[in-house]
């Protein structure tokens, strides 16, 4: 899978602010029955978004022409429940490239950035900052910043740093997925057989 290479992105926010949102809320294990990456996307929190009739929920915020832009901002345990791929998937299908909480379940976050998806935990308290910020301003813009490790509440002028693990952090950077990366270590890979 190619990646998209990611080095900074400035975005407004789409809010969430729900805890424990499992991976089946994130896509229903109804709609898992293909297994390529693409279509997820429309099907992103389909019994929250849409209502039975299949039309859209006006109350859900993926459907409030309020929100828009490439963060998600989600609240605090993003991801838990099943290991599916899927959910990662349905999230960069639907145009986020970066999703943001002060907890994610250990195997969504490896699964996000295995497919060019940036997670970024913050404390509480700046989640919440942010929640507040876009409840009063949902055109507040925010930088995330890969190679610093920062994200940036714009108008307020906070930042705060995020961690991610050096060797996903350079797949990022490069567009890269763990075939790709082998690939750019060629050279090494054969110097090292010759010796």
């Known amino acids: 899978m190619s990646i998209e290479k990611f080095r900074r992105l400035v975005s407004t926010v789409v809010p969430l602010p729900i805890e424990n949102v499992d991976t089946d809320q994130i896509i229903p294990a109804r709609f898992l029955k293909a297994v390529e990456r693409k279509g997820f996307g429309d099907n992103l929190f389909r019994d929250w978004r849409y209502k039975k009739d299949g039309t859209p929920n006006p109350d859900f915020v993926l459907n409030n022409p309020r929100y828009s832009g490439r963060i998600l901002v989600a609240g605090k345990n993003f991801g838990s429940g099943s290991s ?112």
């Open 84 to 195: 599916r791929e899927h959910a990662a998937w349905a999230v960069y299908d639907a145009g986020f490239r970066v999703v943001v909480s002060s907890f994610f379940a250990d195997i969504f976050k490896s699964n996000v950035l295995n497919n060019g998806l940036l997670p970024v935990q913050v404390p509480d308290a700046f989640l919440s900052e942010i929640f507040q910020i876009v409840e009063t301003d949902p055109t507040a813009q925010f930088e995330v910043d890969l190679e610093s490790q920062t994200i940036t509440i714009l108008k307020a002028g906070i930042s705060v740093n995020f961690d991610i693990n050096p060797y996903k952090k350079e797949c990022l950077l490069n567009g890269y997925d763990d075939i790709d990366f082998l690939i750019s270590l060629k050279k090494e890979i054969i110097a090292f057989e010759q010796v």
